[in-house]
């Protein structure tokens, strides 16, 4: 059976409040994957507010008007399913993975805590430590991470995506019970909503749970599209950052693409390219003939809204920035000059469709691509034709999408110079 | 019990779902069929024919790995096995590379403490170039010169990099050191800065050239093949390996150690302390392994458990509090794992001892153990979704000499596993909240009179090139 002829065993629902459900039934194991993607990021925050999104994701397991503070979890796992959520700029995802037997139960909880939130004064506080952790573990430990969100605010200075996701500090520390609540109502909403079931249930049976568990909460109000466009950005931003560590480190930034963009496919092409893989050509340049890195990756995140393609860096202690950044724009400036070669070209289709395959091969990568194929791309049918999408991209589009995105004066160059510990 | 709390509290809607599969039958994971064959050189293949998706895995275990690096030499074993892709047979490193990915495949090669393992996944129709490129990879390695010392120079730079990225990935290597000192699972498995500068060519040749043998090796290839032609393939590639020089060693036992003694990582700035509190545990042949995996499920090892629940969502010390057992041929550690704000240390591992406590002292409650059990039981399918999964599956169990009653009736001994038999484990597996070693990387300046509460305390810095004291 052919991808595409698995793929029409898919059933899709739009209940009368606004609330999309995807099925796609897999019997290979008897387990389930639901994936609830509620179209709100950090993209969607404004000053003041920054990290409220993220703030939903742990606030969403810490109670309800039914149920209190851990019931959520202990519920779930005490009948077998697992779960987790995840934040990003664009949309926050709600996973459980369980048995097919636990599949009303889900529903249940998901659905409350939809509608029912509740919002203890106490555990408020207490989850804004939590954060807190989670943004020392991510950001302020890491120097990488730390670098990146200096490059992401600085390469923009209107659109959302300067915001990270986590929140600025002042932020996590300031939030009121008020902003949560407005927060909730405005963007918690069966509406604002995409249900993504896989796994071995039937559509008939996951419809009417959803007309059961989902149907009675009532359509939430319209929500405010980001209207705020990026102006063009007209020169080179440089930012340094001094930090105690031990290896410098370099990321470098320029304007992209949004994820619906017909280009997408010619840009992973590329970055496959660039970096995926000791054959790649960043790589082999820049980590294994000059040395003048330690590791390089690049990438960009696919969302609504035309984000920042980056490539970053490890140096090796004491290794020269400016040698490193050098190089690279030598190589890029070769690339948009030159383009990339056929053999190139194939292998990067070979890397992509069998990465395509393992996606596929399990019930949660289904589920992640499917919702962000339905969310992200706007209709989950274009993962049925990506793979032809990619096959068909030819080495001048690949060229095409470089010279659009590596522009001089696109760029945000972001360094970190490591100083020596201050010994105690 | 447990199904009677649920339907309780979950309402009406949930009433007609039982919460847990009621049939044995149906709450084990069936093993595929699969054949085994033993080649006259004694390599053991494994064949696991399944036909879902176009793609074929494969997983090459090659017993030995870093227990066998020589005395300071730690990580020879690491760069041994990164080098098997970094040139072979008739391709040099980046021709080989560009052949793997160029068909799409991934070919990777990590060794771990007890084995070296060469694991991928390529497209079905690449299934030939696959096994030979694993068999130059595995037989010709050309342990490059140049390469070598690229690979040595940023395997060191990675271990700096990762103490200003990640610290907290580094407190076993640090725990493990002093745990288990003098023995082999005392090695940092990457070595560390100053054993990785020690090491020349001529150790990882000699390494590899002792060490390897096909009579050490099990290779599991599973997923969209035809077995007949495969287990030909297999034995014209490899039926030229030769045999290892000598047997492979046994491994010591490890030992408890007693009272408390804490390892201070100096982390100037750093804005929380990530802690390690450990003892050895129990080994991979552990015979209440069902009871083990209930009583840490319950412990430490969901969100649920009683460490997370009391660290992060009852007192807001952490993002996450969790515990886990590394068992192999002989006993590993049991440790509890979190992080907290500098200021907040001397609070959060008294709350993580006295949690210890209290699953000492009290037990699990069965409302606890079939929460776990359930637990379990729905999860397990999902380990075993793709081919991939049971060419990993498959080596383990071959690796460790375990029976495949080890999977496929891991079900039903969750099923029959009572309250008395987690008691026995929790008295038998964890270890006193008394006899620990701690290790904490934080700031010392801010930390040193909360560590010494707990234990004698010796300090390293955490830019020290090893991760010892001595």
Same mark, same amino acid.
């Given at each position: 059976?052919?991808?595409a002829?698995?793929?029409?065993?898919?059933?899709?629902?739009?209940?009368?409040?606004?609330?999309?459900?995807?099925?796609?039934p897999?019997?290979?194991?008897?387990s389930?994957?639901?994936?609830?993607?509620?179209?709100?990021?950090?993209?969607? =925050?404004?000053?003041?507010?920054?990290?409220?999104?993220?703030?939903?994701?742990?606030?969403?397991?810490?109670?309800?008007?039914?149920?209190?503070?851990?019931?959520?979890?202990?519920?779930?796992?005490?009948?077998?399913?697992?779960?987790?959520?995840?934040?990003?700029?664009?949309?926050?995802?709600?996973?459980?993975?369980?048995?097919?037997?636990?599949?009303?139960?889900?529903?249940?909880?998901?659905?409350?805590?939809?509608?029912?939130?509740?919002?203890?004064?106490?555990?408020? =506080?207490?989850?804004?430590?939590?954060?807190?952790?989670?943004?020392?573990?991510?950001?302020?430990?890491?120097?990488?991470?730390?670098?990146?969100?200096?490059?992401?605010?600085?390469?923009?200075?209107?659109?959302?995506?300067?915001?990270?996701?986590?929140?600025?500090?002042?932020?996590?520390?300031?939030?009121?019970?008020?902003?949560?609540?407005?927060?909730?109502?405005?963007?918690?909403?069966?509406?604002?909503?995409?249900?993504?079931?896989?796994?071995?249930?039937?559509?008939?049976?996951?419809?009417?749970?959803?007309?059961?568990?989902?149907?009675?909460?009532?359509?939430?109000?319209?929500?405010?599209?980001?209207?705020?466009?990026?102006?063009?950005?007209?020169?080179?931003?440089?930012?340094?950052?001094?930090?105690?560590?031990?290896?410098?480190?370099?990321?470098?930034?320029?304007?992209?693409?949004?994820?619906?963009?017909?280009?997408?496919?010619?840009?992973?092409?590329?970055?496959?390219?660039?970096?995926?893989?000791?054959? !790649?050509?960043?790589?082999?340049?820049?980590?294994?003939?000059?040395?003048?890195?330690?590791?390089?990756?690049?990438?960009?995140?696919?969302?609504?809204?035309?984000n920042?393609?980056?490539?970053?860096?490890?140096?090796?202690?004491?290794?020269?920035t400016?040698?490193?950044e050098?190089?690279?724009?030598?190589?890029?400036?070769?690339?948009?000059?030159?383009?990339?070669?056929?053999? =190139?070209?194939?292998?990067?289709?070979h890397?992509?469709?069998?990465?395509?395959?393992?996606?596929?091969?399990?019930?949660?990568?289904?589920?992640?691509?499917?919702?962000?194929?339905?969310?992200?791309?706007?209709?989950?049918?274009?993962?049925?034709?990506?793979?032809?999408?990619?096959?068909?991209?030819?080495a001048?589009?690949?060229?095409?999408?470089?010279?659009?995105?590596?522009?001089p004066?696109?760029?945000?160059?972001?360094?970190?110079?490591?100083?020596?510990?201050?010994?105690? | 019990?447990v199904?009677?709390?649920?339907?309780?509290?979950?309402?009406?809607?949930?009433?007609?779902?039982?919460?847990?599969?009621?049939?044995?039958?149906?709450?084990?994971?069936?093993?595929?069929?699969?054949?085994?064959?033993?080649?006259?050189?004694?390599?053991r293949?494994?064949?696991?024919?399944?036909?879902?998706?176009?793609?074929?895995?494969?997983?090459?275990?090659?017993?030995?790995?870093?227990?066998?690096?020589?005395?300071?030499r730690?990580?020879?074993?690491?760069?041994? !096995?990164?080098?098997?892709?970094?040139?072979?047979?008739?391709?040099?490193?980046?021709?080989?590379?560009?052949?793997?990915?160029?068909?799409?495949?991934?070919?990777?090669?990590?060794?771990?403490?007890?084995?070296?393992?060469?694991?991928?996944?390529?497209?079905?129709?690449?299934?030939?170039?696959?096994? =030979?490129?694993?068999?130059?990879?595995?037989?010709?390695?050309?342990?490059?010169?140049?390469?070598?010392?690229?690979?040595r120079?940023?395997?060191?730079?990675?271990?700096?990099?990762?103490?200003?990225?990640?610290?907290?990935?580094?407190?076993?290597?640090?725990?493990?050191?002093?745990?288990?000192?003098g023995?082999?699972?005392?090695?940092?498995?990457?070595?560390?800065?100053?054993?990785?500068?020690?090491?020349?060519?001529?150790?990882?040749?000699?390494f590899?050239?002792?060490?390897?043998?096909?009579?050490?090796?099990?290779?599991?290839?599973?997923?969209?093949?035809? *077995?007949?032609?495969?287990?030909?393939?297999?034995?014209?590639?490899?039926?030229?390996?030769?045999?290892?020089?000598?047997?492979?060693?046994?491994?010591?036992?490890?030992?408890?150690v007693?009272?408390?003694?804490?390892?201070?990582?100096?982390?100037?700035?750093?804005?929380?302390?990530?802690?390690?509190?450990?003892?050895v545990?129990?080994?991979?042949?552990?015979?209440?392994?069902?009871?083990?995996?209930?009583?840490?499920?319950?412990?430490?090892?969901?969100?649920?458990?009683?460490?997370?629940?009391?660290?992060?969502?009852?007192a807001?010390?952490?993002?996450d509090?969790?515990?886990?057992?590394?068992?192999?041929?002989?006993a590993?550690?049991?440790?509890?794992?979190?992080?907290?704000?500098?200021?907040?240390?001397?609070?959060?591992?008294?709350?993580?001892?006295?949690?210890?406590g209290?699953?000492?002292?009290?037990?699990?409650?069965?409302? !606890?153990?079939?929460?776990?059990?359930?637990?379990?039981?729905?999860?397990?399918?999902?380990?075993?979704?793709?081919?991939?999964?049971?060419?990993?599956?498959?080596?383990?169990?071959?690796?460790?000499?375990?029976?495949?009653?080890?999977?496929?009736?891991?079900?039903?001994?969750?099923?029959?596993?009572?309250?008395?038999?987690?008691?026995?484990?929790?008295?038998?597996?964890? *270890?006193?909240?008394?006899?620990?070693?701690?290790?904490?990387i934080?700031?010392a300046?801010?930390?040193?009179?909360?560590?010494?509460?707990?234990?004698p305390?010796?300090?390293?810095?955490?830019?020290?090139?090893?991760?010892?004291?001595?």
């Amino acid at each position: 059976m052919s991808f595409a002829a698995t793929g029409a065993a898919i059933q899709t629902r739009t209940l009368a409040n606004g609330m999309q459900i995807i099925v796609w039934p897999d019997h290979n194991i008897p387990s389930v994957a639901l994936f609830n993607w509620v179209h709100v990021g950090s993209r969607n =925050e404004g000053t003041g507010t920054t990290g409220l999104a993220h703030f939903f994701e742990h606030m969403m397991f810490n109670g309800t008007a039914h149920r209190s503070q851990g019931e959520f979890d202990r519920l779930l796992e005490a009948s077998g399913g697992s779960n987790n959520a995840y934040t990003s700029q664009d949309v926050t995802v709600y996973q459980d993975w369980f048995p097919r037997s636990t599949l009303e139960l889900v529903f249940e909880l998901e659905s409350d805590r939809l509608a029912n939130l509740a919002f203890e004064p106490k555990v408020v =506080e207490k989850e804004r430590e939590v954060v807190y952790s989670e943004r020392r573990l991510r950001v302020e430990d890491s120097n990488p991470a730390l670098l990146n969100e200096q490059v992401q605010a600085t390469a923009f200075i209107a659109h959302p995506y300067r915001i990270p996701t986590i929140g600025w500090p002042s932020d996590i520390k300031a939030w009121t019970l008020g902003d949560l609540q407005n927060f909730y109502r405005t963007w918690y909403a069966p509406n604002n909503c995409t249900l993504v079931l896989v796994g071995d249930v039937e559509p008939a049976q996951v419809f009417a749970l959803a007309e059961k568990y989902y149907g009675p909460i009532p359509r939430g109000p319209a929500t405010q599209p980001v209207r705020t466009v990026e102006p063009e950005q007209t020169g080179e931003r440089r930012l340094v950052i001094e930090r105690s560590g031990q290896n410098p480190l370099v990321q470098m930034a320029w304007h992209a693409i949004s994820a619906d963009d017909p280009r997408a496919p010619a840009l992973n092409l590329l970055q496959t390219i660039l970096t995926q893989g000791d054959a !790649a050509r960043l790589h082999r340049l820049l980590v294994e003939e000059r040395k003048l890195a330690v590791e390089v990756g690049s990438g960009w995140s696919e969302g609504f809204d035309p984000n920042i393609y980056s490539v970053y860096a490890t140096l090796a202690e004491g290794a020269s920035t400016s040698d490193f950044e050098q190089a690279l724009n030598g190589e890029l400036a070769r690339l948009v000059d030159q383009g990339v070669t056929d053999t =190139e070209l194939a292998r990067a289709k070979h890397q992509v469709a069998a990465s395509f395959w393992r996606g596929v091969s399990t019930l949660d990568g289904k589920a992640r691509l499917l919702g962000e194929y339905a969310v992200l791309h706007g209709d989950y049918r274009k993962l049925f034709t990506a793979p032809g999408a990619y096959e068909r991209v030819s080495a001048a589009e690949v060229l095409a999408v470089a010279r659009a995105v590596f522009k001089p004066e696109h760029r945000t160059v972001g360094v970190l110079l490591p100083r020596a510990a201050d010994g105690h | 019990m447990v199904a009677v709390t649920i339907l309780a509290a979950a309402g009406d809607g949930v009433a007609a779902v039982p919460a847990a599969p009621v049939s044995v039958d149906h709450v084990n994971v069936p093993v595929p069929a699969h054949e085994r064959v033993t080649l006259p050189n004694g390599l053991r293949l494994i064949l696991v024919p399944r036909h879902d998706i176009p793609l074929v895995a494969f997983n090459l275990l090659l017993r030995g790995g870093a227990q066998l690096d020589p005395p300071g030499r730690d990580g020879t074993a690491a760069l041994a !096995a990164d080098l098997l892709t970094h040139g072979a047979g008739k391709r040099d490193a980046y021709a080989f590379a560009d052949a793997v990915e160029g068909s799409g495949g991934n070919l990777d090669a990590a060794a771990r403490g007890e084995f070296i393992q060469v694991q991928g996944q390529f497209l079905a129709q690449d299934s030939r170039v696959m096994l =030979e490129l694993l068999a130059d990879a595995v037989l010709h390695p050309r342990f490059d010169d140049g390469e070598f010392e690229k690979l040595r120079a940023r395997r060191i730079e990675e271990l700096k990099a990762a103490k200003d990225s990640a610290p907290q990935s580094l407190l076993g290597n640090y725990g493990r050191a002093r745990l288990f000192a003098g023995h082999p699972y005392g090695r940092p498995v990457g070595g560390s800065e100053q054993s990785l500068a020690q090491i020349t060519r001529a150790d990882v040749t000699g390494f590899y050239s002792a060490q390897a043998g096909a009579d050490r090796a099990t290779l599991v290839i599973a997923g969209d093949f035809e *077995p007949a032609r495969i287990r030909r393939d297999v034995a014209a590639i490899f039926g030229g390996w030769q045999r290892a020089q000598n047997p492979l060693p046994a491994l010591a036992p490890t030992a408890r150690v007693s009272g408390r003694r804490v390892l201070l990582v100096d982390s100037p700035g750093s804005t929380q302390t990530y802690f390690w509190l450990a003892n050895v545990g129990v080994p991979r042949r552990f015979p209440q392994r069902a009871a083990l995996n209930i009583a840490n499920l319950a412990f430490g090892g969901s969100f649920a458990s009683m460490l997370n629940q009391d660290l992060r969502v009852k007192a807001g010390l952490t993002y996450d509090a969790s515990s886990r057992f590394t068992r192999g041929a002989v006993a590993g550690d049991f440790a509890i794992t979190s992080f907290t704000q500098t200021d907040n240390t001397g609070r959060a591992v008294d709350l993580a001892l006295a949690t210890l406590g209290r699953l000492k002292h009290d037990g699990l409650d069965a409302a !606890a153990i079939g929460s776990a059990r359930n637990f379990l039981l729905g999860q397990y399918p999902l380990a075993f979704e793709t081919p991939f999964d049971w060419a990993v599956a498959l080596g383990d169990l071959d690796l460790y000499d375990l029976p495949e009653s080890y999977i496929g009736h891991f079900g039903s001994d969750l099923v029959a596993t009572d309250a008395s038999a987690v008691r026995a484990v929790i008295d038998e597996a964890f *270890p006193s909240p008394d006899n620990l070693d701690i290790v904490l990387i934080g700031d010392a300046a801010r930390i040193r009179e909360a560590a010494a509460r707990f234990g004698p305390v010796t300090t390293i810095p955490l830019a020290a090139p090893n991760f010892s004291a001595r």
